[in-house]
């Protein structure tokens, strides 16, 4: 794990995954502000306190910690989200179609059994239940925004922070499985409308950061050509 947590653009940070964290994780996203913050997944569990100490390595305060998003139900993006809130008592935030699979740790629903792992019994404190729903965050908020496909309750954020629009859009790539209720219609039709939102940078879960609009379609569009 040679990387170091860094910066991606104006209080957004990428805190965690296989090469700042542990290989297991996906990515993690810290979006910072004044008073409050909030965790973009939590990774698979192994490197929960290397998150946090990647959180203090750059200067912030990781326990103004407000919300845990987790963009999906898959144990390698929730499997620490238990740390982060005995640390914090942040909010877990989870769309309502993915919030019984993490409740109950499902380990099919929660591709834990590809990991060979068990996961525990986690509350999901604010559930999201419409298409598209803000969380407050200081004065900004955070858009969060139903995209089934990967699976049933996955959604995407996006912000519009310093004259950017930042778009975090974990597993766009996939994969896509009947044991976790993988779609790959709704899929398509999500990426349709991540794609309408002309984000400047595109935080991925598994492929990292990429900063250009073109570049943010070019990423999405070769899924949809792959599986369409």
């Given amino acids: 794990m040679a990387q170091k947590p860094f910066e991606i653009h104006s209080g957004i940070y990428c805190v965690g995954g296989p090469d700042l ?6 990515l993690v996203y810290l979006i910072m502000e004044k008073d409050t913050a909030a965790l973009i997944d939590a990774g698979a569990g192994q490197g929960s306190e290397t998150i946090w100490k990647n959180i203090s390595k750059l200067g912030l305060t990781p326990e103004k910690l407000t919300y845990l998003i987790l963009t999906h139900a898959h144990v390698d993006h929730i499997g620490g989200a238990e740390f982060f809130k005995e640390k914090t008592n942040c909010l877990i935030v989870a769309h309502e179609d993915d919030r019984a699979a993490i409740e109950s740790g499902d380990p099919g629903l929660t591709a834990a059994s590809w ?28 858009i969060c925004l139903h995209t089934p496909g990967h699976t049933p309750g996955s959604i995407a954020l996006y912000m519009d922070r310093q004259g950017k629009r930042v778009l975090f859009g974990q597993d ?6 009947k ?6 219609s709704d899929w398509y039709h999500s990426m349709e409308e991540l794609k309408a939102l002309e984000a400047d940078i595109l935080c991925e879960g598994h492929f990292g950061i990429f900063r250009t609009p073109e570049k943010v379609k070019k990423y999405i569009e070769q899924y949809q050509k792959q599986y369409g």
């Fill in 21 to 26: 964290s542990h290989p297991q994780d996906a």
């Fill in 115 to 142: 990991y060979g792992v068990n996961l525990p019994r986690l509350k999901v404190d604010r559930v999201l239940k419409d298409k598209m729903e803000a969380l407050p965050l200081d004065e900004e908020k955070i």
């Fill in 172 to 177: 766009i790539h996939g994969p896509f499985s």
């Fill in 179 to 184: 044991s976790f209720g993988s779609n790959i």
